[in-house]
């Protein structure tokens, strides 16, 4: 079975981040994936933002190192990610990402706030695979939360497969 380390910021059940974290979830372990979610709001932002040692943020860097591959979304207004993401890449050891592949999850209202996605990985990370970017409109609002539309799922579904094959050492189909 393959590991894979979902980094997500703000994954709200009600947001639309947190609607991406809940289908990648899905397709991760439809395709016999392990997840290990990873929250930036879920660690002290103080020790994010001043370098402090935390066990939290240190069992996090763990998750990463002992993940084969890794997931990061973030939201249309931080291509780049958040302060605290980026505070935490800053401070995740290299050897934990180097060779593995990575890749990003942005969504947004233009294709344009796709720009950077994923730039915020790219001196860290062994592979990063070409951003995932889902518009807003692929989002529909059902009661009180966002519910990803089947063209958006479709497309995370084959980045999904893409990230597996490639953190499973297993072949890629060349699109013809």
Same mark, same amino acid.
């Given at each position: 079975?393959?590991?894979?380390?979902?980094?997500?910021?703000?994954?709200?059940?009600?947001?639309?981040?947190?609607?991406?974290?809940?289908?990648?979830?899905?397709?991760?372990?439809?395709?016999?994936? &392990?997840? #290990?979610?990873?929250?930036?709001? &879920?660690?002290?932002?103080?020790?994010?933002?001043?370098?402090?040692?935390?066990?939290?943020?240190?069992?996090?860097?763990?998750?990463?190192?002992?993940?084969?591959?890794?997931?990061?979304?973030?939201?249309?207004?931080?291509? @780049? &990610?958040?302060?605290?993401?980026? /505070?935490? $890449?800053?401070?995740?050891?290299?050897?934990?990402?180097?060779?593995?592949?990575?890749?990003?999850?942005?969504?947004?209202?233009?294709? @344009?706030?796709?720009?950077?996605? &994923?730039?915020?990985? /790219?001196?860290?990370?062994?592979?990063?695979?070409?951003?995932?970017? $889902?518009?807003?409109?692929?989002?529909?609002?059902? $009661?009180?939360?966002?519910?990803?539309?089947?063209?958006?799922?479709?497309?995370? #579904?084959?980045?999904?497969?893409?990230?597996?094959?490639?953190?499973?050492?297993?072949?890629? /189909?060349?699109?013809?």
């Amino acid at each position: 079975m393959v590991h894979i380390a979902l980094i997500t910021g703000r994954p709200s059940q009600r947001s639309r981040g947190g609607e991406i974290a809940r289908v990648l979830r899905r397709e991760l372990r439809g395709v016999n994936a &392990g997840v #290990a979610a990873i929250e930036m709001d &879920g660690l002290p932002h103080s020790a994010l933002l001043t370098g402090c040692a935390d066990p939290h943020v240190q069992r996090s860097f763990e998750t990463v190192a002992a993940a084969d591959a890794v997931v990061v979304v973030t939201p249309r207004y931080e291509p @780049s &990610g958040s302060a605290p993401l980026r /505070a935490w $890449l800053g401070d995740l050891p290299r050897s934990a990402v180097e060779d593995k592949a990575v890749l990003p999850v942005g969504f947004g209202a233009l294709r @344009s706030q796709a720009t950077g996605l &994923g730039r915020m990985l /790219a001196h860290e990370a062994g592979t990063v695979l070409p951003g995932c970017f $889902l518009y807003d409109r692929w989002f529909r609002r059902r $009661l009180d939360r966002w519910r990803l539309q089947p063209n958006g799922v479709a497309l995370l #579904a084959d980045a999904v497969a893409e990230l597996r094959a490639m953190a499973s050492g297993a072949p890629q /189909a060349v699109a013809s």
